[in-house]
């Protein structure tokens, strides 16, 4: 099938999301070309079809990959960042060398960069020539995702053209429905924050809560996720949508074959283990704890998270993360 | 005059006049036309809605206002209220251009080469001679070079000037003061730099002294009292036409004189986005086009002429709605004579700082006039305007996005090219050495204190001084210090602040009595304060 530059999707990464998200799209007739600077899983997908995230998966024929970015800026000028949080900013600084001012990228990355507190939207700013940048975020999973589930995602860009593209080439019928907006500040934080937040519940649920105590600590997560949200520019309703609630449910979904690395590390803390844990949920803690510092906002629960965190609150008083949300406003 | 800056850049307003014409009916050409097209679509954007808002704006105006004439203005608009409903389209569309074709002649400007080349080769030693007391006619001939002392010029100019002869150039300065336009205009003939055109407020050309020379130096008047939309269009258009022609600009994003004195953060985007789509209709037309490079500028007053009339106006309640100030201390002759021959007669009284320029999407651009991207890569600049086919092409939100994206990064170069002068650093020490000692951390609350009741001790007032100027100079992004104040003892910088802050101004800001320093004005003291008012420093001592 001939690929135009204006119709081929370009995803940056051949990791799960990644790979899901070009069979998702592939299987719909839509043109995608992944990056990978690995040239085995680069010769896997071209040549037998299969990636390592979904080993018993056969992967629709129109997906391709290559390990030459050049190649890859020129294929595609929608572009999706698909890589670890860990990883983005050193795949971005090579991916800069190749796109240009006409490239539009968004990301899916549910976290904040590498270091400190900054936003992927900012990282992809500074390490390309890429202005039009935006973010898609919400319970998608891989899985479902590769399996043709259907599911949304939230695309929020300031530039209506990365919007209105995105909803172009990711939207397929009844599979995957794309909501649009303009507050990436929100949906970037909704998302990394999140993860934050979905340690408190792993560990509310190591400790035995019941169901209605579990029910108050969503929904309070997601209260304080917005005033701290509000406080730094974004939309409050954006962490009551799939960027926010809707990824707080997935990522604390007791179910195993769902169950986020977050989560888990809430359920280890319950066990004493996973202190100073410098994952992404455990990242976006203290950078959210950072954030409410300056803007002099009191976040209980991100504290609590932190405190048990850096093993200043023992595992077996965890119990207090409980009591501070009952007790919080 | 400097030689290296080719003449074709630096001559171009020289030519204006003979534009004056054609700009005027392209500017009226495009407004109309683009109103014309839109009104095909009916509803709110139909002829009767643009004039009736013109009609309703001017009617509420007038209705305030007093004299013969506005009133004749009034009975116009009325007129024109009452007959809208009736008039046939072509009749509508006579309006519009009768309107337009108005306020287009009211904006534009003028150029007379022979007033610039009075105001650059005569008017600065006359200038010099005039604010140097101690200047005997001996010393006339190095009165430029006194001048040259009081205002210190800093920053890339050998790339600036590059860039003026391979596109057009805006400059973008902060604005604390109406003399601004002067200082600026001094520092660019100073360093090569061709002359500008700029927008100028209506009200300042009620100064007959500066009115001649803002009418033949091609400044173009805004008149801030138009709030209809149709008139931001005229201007929004005129700027546009004159950056597709060549003619290097100058707005001040702030929009009006910091009352603060903080450094302006929420800039006005309005001309700002003109950048963009001047550069969008000149790529439409050449692919070779010239390219459009922002130059953000700040400027550095030790003292700042209006800082009285502009702090009281920021603390009055009425302060953010009066937004034309016509009887501040520029508009006393006598006032702007006093300051120039107290403060800015002294070494150092001013230092503007040219930052690199940037092109219309926040890259910075290096002296080939290439635009680089975070990683310094070149980056092509029209890439940005490309749509999915590849083509140039306007996009309103998008190019609003990309000035709002150019907004952000000139508050932060603003930031962090101020520099901090005896008067910031002290008046900043001693609002936080009083905070500290009254135990009020409310800057309201504290300014009601009686002025004599806080005595601060000269020796910790010194300590907090260190103390700053470890937290500037830790803190590049907000700001630098004067280079004679890395190494100066505390003690000199507060007697010289105190000296400074005594010439001037009506009220002493600080006095010295015995071991101790006064405030003799909070207000005056909160002003200076400001200038650093987003750097994140508190005495803890």
């Not at chain 1, 592939?26 to 990636?51: F, M, P, Y």
């Not at chain 1, 960069?113 to 390309?128: A, H, Y």
């Not at chain 2, 953000?296 to 953010?320: M, S």
Request: aromatic share 6%.
């Amino acid at each position: 099938m001939p690929q135009s530059t204006q119709d081929t999707i370009g995803i940056v990464g051949a990791g799960a999301f990644g790979v899901a998200l070009a069979a998702m799209l592939g299987r719909a007739g839509r043109n995608t070309l992944l990056w990978s600077q690995r040239q085995d899983v680069v010769d896997k997908i071209n040549g037998e079809h299969r990636c390592s995230s979904f080993p018993d998966v056969e992967l629709p024929a129109t997906i391709r990959a290559s390990t030459d970015v050049e190649e890859f800026a020129d294929t595609a000028r929608f572009l999706v960042v698909a890589v670890s949080s860990e990883t983005v900013r050193e795949r971005l600084r090579v991916l800069g060398t190749a796109v240009t001012g006409r490239h539009l990228a968004v990301h899916a990355i549910g976290a904040f960069g590498p270091q400190g507190d900054m936003r992927v939207s900012r990282i992809i700013s500074q390490e390309t020539p890429i202005l039009r940048t935006g973010v898609i975020a919400g319970p998608s999973m891989a899985k479902d995702l590769m399996a043709g589930s259907g599911t949304s995602l939230v695309c929020a860009s300031e530039f209506d053209e990365v919007t209105r593209e995105a909803r172009r080439l990711l939207e397929v019928p009844s599979i995957m429905r794309l909501y649009t907006g303009r507050d990436v500040i929100g949906a970037e934080l909704a998302s990394a924050l999140s993860g934050a937040y979905t340690i408190a519940i792993g560990l509310a649920d190591g400790l035995g809560v019941g169901i209605g105590t579990r029910a108050v600590l969503i929904t309070r997560a997601a209260r304080e996720m917005s005033k701290l949200g509000s406080a730094m520019g974004a939309s409050s309703e954006t962490f009551f949508g799939l960027a926010g609630l809707g990824n707080l449910l997935v990522r604390s979904s007791v179910q195993g074959e769902h169950r986020s690395p977050s989560y888990s590390l809430g359920l280890d803390l319950v066990s004493g283990n996973g202190m100073g844990s410098h994952g992404e949920g455990s990242r976006a803690a203290r950078a959210g704890l950072r954030m409410a510092s300056a803007v002099g906002l009191r976040v209980p629960v991100l504290a609590t998270i932190v405190r048990i965190l850096d093993g200043e609150i023992e595992a077996a008083a965890a119990a207090e993360l409980v009591k501070t949300v009952a007790e919080s406003e | 005059m400097n030689p290296r800056v080719l003449p074709e850049a630096r001559d171009r307003l020289a030519t204006f006049n003979d534009a004056r014409a054609s700009i005027v009916d392209q500017v009226v050409g495009r407004v109309v036309d683009a109103h014309i097209e839109l009104a095909a679509q009916g509803q709110d954007d139909s002829l009767e809605y643009v004039l009736n808002e013109v009609a309703f704006s001017e009617i509420r105006r007038l209705e305030k206002s007093s004299g013969r004439e506005n009133k004749k203005r009034l009975g116009r608009w009325h007129e024109l209220a009452h007959k809208l409903g009736h008039m046939s389209e072509a009749d509508k569309r006579e309006e519009l251009t009768s309107i337009v074709r108005y306020h287009a002649q009211d904006i534009a400007g003028n150029f007379n080469p022979k007033v610039y080349r009075f105001a650059n080769d005569i008017l600065p030693p006359a200038l010099s001679f005039l604010l140097n007391p101690i200047s005997g006619l001996r010393e006339g001939v190095q009165a430029l070079g006194a001048m040259a002392e009081s205002i210190r010029i800093d920053g890339p100019l050998d790339t600036i000037n590059k860039c003026c002869e391979k596109g057009t150039l805006v400059l973008t300065p902060t604005h604390s003061s109406n003399l601004d336009s002067i200082v600026l205009g001094f520092a660019m003939n100073r360093s090569g730099l061709p002359p500008v055109t700029y927008g100028a407020g209506k009200n300042l050309f009620s100064n007959a002294f500066m009115s001649f020379f803002m009418e033949n130096l091609g400044a173009y008047r805004v008149d801030r009292r138009m709030r209809f939309s149709l008139y931001k269009e005229v201007l929004k258009e005129y700027s546009t036409i004159l950056l597709e022609r060549g003619f290097h600009s100058l707005f001040f994003p702030g929009g009006t004189r910091s009352r603060s004195n903080l450094v302006e953060k929420r800039l006005k985007l309005g001309l700002l986005g003109t950048t963009a789509t001047a550069m969008v209709n000149s790529l439409q037309k050449d692919s070779a086009s010239r390219r459009i490079f922002i130059v953000p500028v700040t400027i550095n007053y030790r003292l700042v002429l209006e800082a009285e009339t502009l702090i009281t106006d920021y603390l009055a309640d009425t302060g953010k709605s009066r937004y034309i100030i016509e009887d501040d201390e520029f508009s006393r002759l006598g006032r702007i004579v006093d300051f120039a021959r107290k403060t800015l007669a002294h070494e150092g009284a001013a230092i503007v700082k040219f930052g690199t320029p940037l092109d219309p999407f926040g890259n910075e651009v290096d002296e080939n006039g290439d635009s680089r991207d975070g990683q310094g890569q070149i980056v092509d600049p029209a890439s940005y305007l490309q749509n999915r086919e590849g083509q140039v092409c306007a996009d309103t939100q998008r190019d609003s996005v990309y000035t709002r994206m150019l907004g952000r990064k000139l508050a932060s170069v603003y930031r962090r090219d101020t520099v901090f002068l005896e008067t910031h650093l002290v008046a900043r020490a001693a609002m936080e050495l009083a905070h500290r000692r009254s135990g009020i951390s409310d800057v309201l609350r504290l300014m009601r204190l009686s002025e004599t009741a806080l005595a601060l001790p000269s020796q910790e007032l010194a300590e907090v001084v260190d103390a700053l100027r470890k937290v500037i100079v830790a803190n590049p992004d907000a700001g630098s210090l004067e280079e004679s104040l890395l190494s100066k003892p505390a003690d000199e910088i507060i007697q010289e602040a105190i000296r400074f802050m005594s010439k001037y101004h009506t009220k002493r800001a600080l006095y010295q009595v015995g071991e101790h320093v006064r405030i003799g004005s909070m207000k005056l003291l909160y002003y200076y304060r400001n200038r650093s008012g987003h750097l994140n420093f508190k005495w803890e001592g």
